[in-house]
Each structure stands twice: as structure tokens, then as C-alpha cells.
């Protein structure tokens, strides 16, 4: 039992807190301005403000809760089977409208591109049809539907072919806005982990934080940094040296007060370089080899 107990305090001291280093006022100021003049620089800020930026696969869920079992299985396996004519003609582009009034043309997909996509092999086969359950996706129709999805600057509705499988209740819908006019979600800067999750505007100058550290942390402030395009934040959270700590991580809330109402400007997390989205639970620190453009 002797050994035992000396094994768990080794764990449980290796595993104490964030590992966050702690960040001096001056130190967060020099990272908030390279990350806000790398961001106003970058050639993924304005896809981000003004173009469409999915944030969910292009192939969009199904209701699974009243989905045969078997249509997983033969999804993960791609076992697609075309039983009808698909439309040949160019759709005419689409104008994708936005809560707050923007506007964007997109050009749309021909229901055989789209199809493509739905249909192309999966990176890996758990088993192949017809084996364990698998059956081939009969695809005996096709019509165009439109669907809502998260984007960058909110959720849009999008146009979508929408193909009805045999046996299945709710046709697969597919995006059908073309991937060449998309904008791809944006990266680390320096692969930093993103600290900050998501905020809400609780005033025109007011932001409540939502972030992520180790249970035996301490939070003593949030910070901000501001220009013309950007608000970079940042909590600053420190161990404190705990010599031993549970493994845990928790969720918790900051405030920090603006000079100059919010507007239209991007929060920025300082520790990733990211954008963070308000009241949302897309967190782009987990997008690091993930773009929906090749969902």
C-alpha cells in the first residue's frame, strides 16, 4: 500500500494545474499587439469578416435518434449507391443573408459535384458491405433544400441537395455552396492553446469571458488590448506552485470593460491568436487539422 500511495502523489503532483506560465502586464501587452497586428495582417481575417467561413462539415447530420442503426454503419463505409438521374444543369448563385444584415453571392454546385462530395471514400472502412450490418445507401432522389449553419459571423442559411436514401426517413443533405467560395477556419498562431472559449456581450463595453483551467489554478484579472479590428484578451491564471492537484479542469467566467463599444470588431484569445466566437460552443483551438471545406 506504501508503493501504492507514493505512485498516486507522483500523478497527482505531475498532473497539478494549467502549466501556464505566468503572464506580467507588459508581457501580455507585447503578445496582444503580435497577435493583433498578425491578425489584421493575415489573409484569413477577411474571409473571417466579410466571406462565408463554415464551422460544421459540409455533409450535414442527420436526425440518428430516428435513423435506422444500420445507416451509420454504411455512411462510415461509404457504401453509396446512385439509383437516379441526377439534374444537369448550373444552379444560379445564392445570396447567403446574415442576422445582421450582410449579405454575400455564393456560386452553388451542380447535384453531381455535390454528390461527390456526400459520396467520396472516408479516410479509413471499419468493415466492408455487406458485412456487420452494412448495407449499400440506395440513393433513389434528389431535390434542393436549404439548411442552417454556423458560420463565422453567425448562422446563415445555405443551399443544400438534399438526397433521399431507401429506407431512410430524412434525406442527406449536402452544402451546396461551391468550397472554392469558402473561407478555411484559421490557425494557432505559434500553436498556442486557446485559453479563452466564448464570450458574451453583457454591455456595449463589457465582455464576460468564458475560460478553461486546471482546478488548483488561481485567476487574479482579465486584460484587454484593443485596436481598430481587434479586442485581445486574455485571463491571467496561475498555479501558484501547488505541489499536488487533482487532474481536473473547470470552466469559470471574467469580465473585462472596453473603452470603445464592441461593434464589429473580432475578439481575439492572446494565448492562440484565435478568434473566439460569442455564446457559441465551436472552439477553433480544436480545428488544428480539421477544415470543412474538405469534409
Known sequence: ??????????????????????????????????????????????????????LRNLTLEPDWKSTPRWVGRSE???????????????????????????????????????????????SFVDEKCPAGGCRPLRVVAVARGEATVPSSRGEVRVPTWDFTVEGVPRPFRRVAVDPAAMGGPPRPLDDGIQEVSTYEVHAPTRLRLSYEHGVCDTTYGARV??????????????????????????????????????????????????????????HLGRFKNYDPRRS
Do not use: Q
Open 1 to 54: 500500500m506504501r508503493w501504492f500511495s507514493i505512485i498516486v502523489l507522483l500523478v497527482l503532483a505531475t498532473a497539478c494545474g494549467s502549466g501556464r506560465a505566468p503572464v506580467t502586464a507588459e508581457e501580455f501587452a507585447d503578445r496582444a499587439r503580435e497577435v493583433a497586428g498578425h491578425w489584421r495582417d493575415s489573409a484569413e481575417r477577411e474571409p473571417w469578416v466579410a466571406g462565408f467561413v463554415p
Open 76 to 122: 462510415i463505409n461509404s457504401a453509396w449507391r446512385l439509383e437516379t438521374d441526377l439534374p444537369v444543369e448550373a444552379p444560379a448563385p445564392a445570396t447567403l443573408r446574415w442576422v445582421d444584415g450582410g449579405t454575400l453571392s455564393v456560386p452553388v454546385l451542380t447535384a453531381a459535384a455535390a454528390y461527390a462530395g456526400l459520396s467520396k471514400p472516408k
Open 225 to 282: 488590448h484593443e485596436t481598430p479590428e481587434a479586442v485581445v484578451v486574455d485571463v491571467d491564471v496561475r498555479d501558484d506552485d501547488v505541489r499536488v492537484c487533482v487532474a481536473m479542469g473547470r470552466t469559470d467566467v471574467a469580465e473585462v470593460t472596453l473603452r470603445e463599444p464592441l461593434g464589429r470588431r473580432v475578439v481575439l484569445d492572446s494565448g492562440s491568436g484565435l478568434p473566439v466566437l460569442p455564446e457559441s460552443d465551436v
